[in-house]
């Protein structure tokens, strides 16, 4: 998961990719860069850290023109702690081609090993987006016969792309003297949207943003068009003109269940479905479950995780008849313990960035909702300050299904030992985190009141709670690199061997609370 944003206009796009950024930073807190592009020279700056940290008014003041993107980075492949490795990318050839992307390519080492072996083109990072900007450039190369270069070649790349990638990816790029091109994977795994904000004066003329997330285009002052369809390019000249082509043979929309669930802002709205809606009716359902399994009379109070499940936990408590009750304070200057690298950092975060306020639990039984239980080591540490707090009972709700299955389309969750609910049964995960009860949504129902809000989708990805892999390609030789690849990153992160004692107990579990 990234956050990734492209702008095309008439005036300086350095303060609005800024500012869209800010808005995205929910969905990578790693690194940060943008890219801006005077005439054909391209103009720089990114490293690690949040977008408020990487970019000072130096910097700001060196990235001039009125074309440009950005990203903010959540690493699922590569080093996580490489510099060379945030985004954007750029290569020189041909015309000069910057890109950023969100998602993960299942097929990165093959296509690597065939970059430098066929293609003679060289890859100096283990990122895999340095490999889509290279098949992109290479396949652009290809089809770009004439010079001026048209939106036909384009394309007509891109449909080269989409024949030679597997996995999810959502790129935005742009192409120097020509203009900002932007196309969706052809399942529409990652989210894309763009639109247009309006001409202020004479100076400030219309502008066309990309973006990952409609909550970035309408905090900007953009009004949304619509989403990219999944196979879809759309590119953008230098005049502003817009055109837009089909370039997969068989498109379908299938978007990842877990940006509704948990990734995306609660205010925008992807592929036609309100984030906010659809986590109304995840409690909708989630209520109807806690009902079927335990009488709602044993709960005193409804308490939300902060922040993703609030929705859900307002909507279970006002179905169930429940007050609904603030019992965590969340600390906002520390990071989201789900994307950060590391076990241990994210097990030592847990109670700096959540306190519980006291009078809220002593002396109840207490019905706590998440939005997910992925490791479960958060969920373990949150009952127990609930209990410490002075809870009678704690129950434990999870308006996402048990997380069975690793994710291999950008989501930190990649290997079997780190999933609380891969190979346990319902109550070895209770006994595991120390609830009383332990009530976990049901995969059908999620699919369904969630897909309800959009009947024109074909599905979602859902692998990680039902182990369907929509593209096809993923085997279990796969899964074991990725294990591997795990490990040794682990083993950095913690800094012991992966046969220490503590290593495997962590490897058990260390989930999510956004």
Do not use: W
Not at 170 to 198: K, N, T
Not at 219 to 229: E, F, I, Q, S, Y
Not at 421 to 442: K, P, T, V
Request: charged share 25%; aromatic share 8%; hydrophobic share 40%.
């Amino acid at each position: 998961m990234c956050g990734i944003v492209g702008v095309i206009s008439q005036a300086p796009v350095n303060q609005l990719i800024y500012d869209a950024l800010l808005l995205l930073q929910h969905r990578g807190q790693d690194a940060a860069g943008i890219v801006t592009m005077q005439g054909t020279r391209c103009f720089m700056h990114k490293a690690r850290g949040m977008v408020r940290d990487v970019f000072r008014t130096r910097n700001m003041r060196s990235l001039p023109g009125s074309v440009g993107l950005g990203q903010v980075r959540y690493p699922t492949a590569g080093n996580a702690y490489s510099e060379e490795e945030a985004q954007p990318f750029y290569v020189n050839a041909p015309f000069g081609i910057v890109l950023v992307h969100n998602g993960n390519l299942t097929n990165a080492p093959a296509l690597k090993a065939e970059l430098v072996q066929v293609d003679r083109r060289h890859i100096n990072t283990d990122s895999d987006t340095e490999v889509l900007i290279n098949i992109l450039a290479h396949e652009l190369q290809f089809a770009a016969r004439d010079l001026p270069l048209t939106p036909v070649e384009i394309f007509k790349a891109v449909a080269a792309v989409h024949r030679r990638v597997k996995g999810s990816y959502a790129v935005i790029a742009l192409i120097a003297g020509y203009g900002l091109l932007a196309f969706r994977d052809p399942y529409g795994i990652r989210p894309l949207c763009f639109g247009e904000g309006p001409a202020t004066d004479e100076l400030n003329g219309r502008s066309v943003m990309v973006a990952s997330e409609s909550v970035a285009l309408e905090g900007t002052g953009h009004r949304m068009t619509r989403d990219v369809a999944p196979g879809e390019a759309i590119f953008i000249d230098l005049e502003g003109r817009l055109h837009a082509r089909q370039c997969a043979l068989d498109p379908k929309l299938y978007p990842c269940m877990f940006e509704y669930v948990y990734l995306a802002r609660p205010d925008s709205v992807l592929d036609g479905i309100s984030v906010y809606h659809a986590r109304l009716n995840l409690g909708e359902t989630l209520a109807q479950r806690v009902i079927s399994t335990m009488p709602p009379s044993e709960i005193d109070v409804v308490i939300p995780i902060p922040e993703s499940s609030r929705p859900s936990a307002m909507q279970l408590a006002h179905r169930i008849g429940k007050p609904y009750r603030e019992g965590f304070v969340k600390n906002r200057y520390v990071g989201r313990t789900f994307i950060m690298p590391g076990q241990g950092v994210r097990k030592k975060s847990v109670r700096q960035k959540l306190n519980a306020i006291g009078m809220e639990f002593k002396g109840r039984n207490v019905l706590l909702v998440d939005d997910s239980i992925v490791r479960g080591t958060t969920s373990k540490e949150i009952v127990q300050m609930a209990r410490e707090a002075g809870a009678r009972k704690v129950y434990m709700a999870s308006a996402a299904p048990p997380v069975r299955f690793p994710n291999v389309y950008g989501i930190d969750m990649p290997t079997k030992e780190e999933l609380i609910a891969h190979n346990r049964s319902l109550e070895e995960i209770r006994a595991y985190i120390g609830a009383d009860a332990l009530i976990y949504q049901d995969v059908d129902a999620m699919k369904r009141v969630v897909g309800a809000l959009n009947p024109k989708l074909d599905g979602f990805e859902a692998s990680c709670f039902d182990g369907v892999y929509i593209t096809g390609d993923v085997s279990a030789e796969d899964f074991a690199s990725m294990e591997r690849q795990r490990r040794l990153q682990f083993d950095e992160d913690e800094g012991e061997s992966e046969d220490s004692p503590r290593s495997r107990l962590a490897l058990q579990g260390a989930e999510t609370t956004p």
